[in-house]
């Protein structure tokens, strides 16, 4: 059993940045593909980004491209979603996910555990 635990939201002003950190409890984080999520308020959950378990694949939603970076420690257990020039419309509660055996995805469903996610407001 692998549990998630995210830290790092909060209120920022339009075009600040925040670092999300996910950190995972087990022996097996190293072989997980992880990914962030995030759902609006009276919205469907949605892909952010994803990367695989050496770090050396990534992948994003188009509106986050060039703005929010995923990465990963594996010997701290922890995935980062570091997010630049934040938008009113990056709202929502941001969720880590892990999945086993490797590569990140895009598919909600593909995933075996998530985190209690953790709230990004952003004024205008």
């Known amino acids: 059993q692998v549990q998630l635990v995210e830290s790092g939201g909060g209120l920022v002003q339009a075009g600040g940045s925040l670092r999300l950190s996910c950190a995972a409890s087990?022996?097996?984080?190293?072989?997980?593909?992880m990914g962030w999520f995030r759902q609006a308020s009276g919205k469907e959950r949605e892909f952010v980004a994803a990367?695989?378990?050496?770090?050396?694949?990534?992948y994003y939603t188009d509106s986050v491209k060039g703005r929010f970076t995923i990465s990963r420690d594996n010997a701290k257990n922890t995935v980062y979603l570091q997010m630049n020039s934040l938008k009113p419309e990056d709202t929502a509660v941001y969720y880590c996910?892990?999945?086993?055996?490797?590569?990140?995805?895009?598919?909600?469903?593909?995933?075996?555990?998530w985190g209690q996610g953790t709230q990004v407001t952003v004024s205008s």
């Open positions: 990367i695989g378990w050496s770090g050396g694949r990534t």
């Open positions: 087990g022996r097996t984080f190293s072989t997980y593909g």
């Open positions: 996910a892990g999945k086993k055996y490797g590569l990140g995805s895009s598919n909600i469903y593909a995933y075996d555990y």
